[in-house]
């Protein structure tokens, strides 16, 4: 199973694929909203979790979730916000734009495997 | 009692220090060394002339380097037979150049300028920077295991900032504003290894650019809560990075800028914030 993970922060990225991987999933990484929804569009059926920044140049990460959910083929993946972005009027927004749950920048491995854990058993 | 390091001084400049200061101040002789914390010092004092300019302004820039981000002067005592320009002292660290033709009232003055203790910050002030303080503390923490322990603030009149590498992030709404993390090579290289969970010998200078960028971003992002429904609330910028030596980062005017230092073990590294809250207009 793929696990998306995007952030235009390398290191981020190879931090959260990391944690992805020694969990046993398959770790992809995406550099931004629109690199993300092209990836997706090429292995969408193999997804099994989005772990999702906010704040990226381009497209960012409310907008990327929001046109991931406009398409029925992506609906049901389950999406983890995984961002600085903590107050609660923006977890409120991503809630209510499609995203499953919310971890909050900075975070350790352990609290994002949990996390992890806790969306695909 | 302030002290006064004198690095391979002559008697002139010897001289001239003990007269403008007599015995307010702990004046020390001592030949070049960057292995001496300079934390104690509250000035270091070297001299042209004796050295090739190329060799002078590589002991600035170690003895730059040597104050840890601390506010200490740096001042080089120019000879009037010396012509080389001063740009590059100060480019190379150097907080002034004086001649040892000047006035002797000019030269007290302007020296003991600088022995002016560091203004305590404003309650105000503090307002802001204690939670960037606590954030700044808490994600080294999360993200490396890195325990950094604050250990002074002050407000430089300089903007330049002597590090190798930092992470700038504009701060927007209802206060405007910058959040600066600066390291030196070998401490952001130990914090980037730890975050990633490998090796240092497996960072290089692309994992420094960004990781240094994400910090950052993780202690405005975290600050942030603090300021819900004050003059201080913010939105974050996508942060930029800046590496070399020397490099200046621009300010709102009129704002103050706070330099906050913490120690990873005899290691430094410095925060600086500036943000101040806008004015609103009158209807």
Redesign the interface.
């Known amino acids: 199973m793929k696990i998306i993970v995007v952030d235009d922060s390398l290191v981020m990225r190879k931090i959260i694929v990391n944690v992805v991987e020694s969990l046993g999933y398959e770790g992809v990484h995406a550099t931004n909203g629109q690199n993300f929804l092209e990836i997706l569009e090429q292995c969408g059926d193999e997804v099994g979790l989005v772990l999702l920044d906010w704040n990226m140049p381009g497209i960012n990460g409310i907008e990327a979730l929001r046109t991931m959910q406009k398409n029925s083929r992506f609906r049901a993946i389950p999406v983890f916000m995984v961002s600085t972005e903590s107050e609660d009027v923006k977890v409120e927004e991503a809630l209510a734009s499609g995203a499953k749950g919310y971890l909050s920048k900075p975070f350790t491995p352990e609290e994002l495997a949990t996390k992890i854990k806790d969306v695909l058993g | 009692m302030s002290k006064i390091i004198l690095y391979d001084c002559g008697a002139e400049v010897a001289h001239m220090v003990n007269n403008l200061f007599g015995e307010k101040v702990a004046i020390q002789n001592s030949s070049f060394d960057t292995q001496r914390p300079l934390q104690e010092f509250s000035m270091v004092i070297v001299e042209t002339g004796s050295k090739k300019p190329e060799q002078l302004l590589q002991e600035i820039k170690a003895l730059r380097y040597a104050c840890n981000f601390r506010n200490i002067p740096i001042i080089v005592m120019q000879k009037k037979s010396d012509t080389y320009p001063k740009h590059p002292y100060i480019m190379a660290g150097a907080t002034e150049i004086l001649s040892l033709q000047a006035p002797p009232l000019a030269c007290r003055q302007i020296l003991q300028g600088y022995l002016i203790p560091n203004r305590q910050p404003l309650d105000q002030e503090m307002e802001y920077l204690t939670p960037f303080i606590n954030s700044t503390k ?2 080294l923490r ?2 490396s295991s890195i325990d950094a322990e604050y250990k002074e603030l002050y407000f430089p009149s300089d903007f330049r900032i002597f590090g190798d590498v930092s992470g700038i992030i504009g701060l927007s709404g209802s206060a405007e504003g910058t959040a600066v993390i600066t390291f030196y090579w070998d401490l952001a290289r130990k914090v ?1 290894s730890q ?3 490998v090796s240092e010998d497996q960072i290089n200078a ?2 420094i650019h ?2 240094v ?2 910090l950052i ?2 202690i ?3 600050s ?2 603090s300021f ?1 429904g004050k003059p201080y609330h913010f939105e ?1 910028s ?1 942060p930029t990075v800046v590496m070399g030596s020397g490099h200046q980062i621009g300010h709102p005017e009129e704002a103050s800028i706070a330099l906050v230092i913490f120690d990873v073990g005899k290691s430094s590294f410095a925060l600086q914030v500036c943000l101040k809250p806008k004015i609103k207009k009158r209807d």
């Open positions: 808490h994600v999360t993200m980037i975050m990633m969970r692309e994992f960004d990781g960028g994400e971003n993780m405005s992002g975290f942030k809560k819900i974050l996508i």
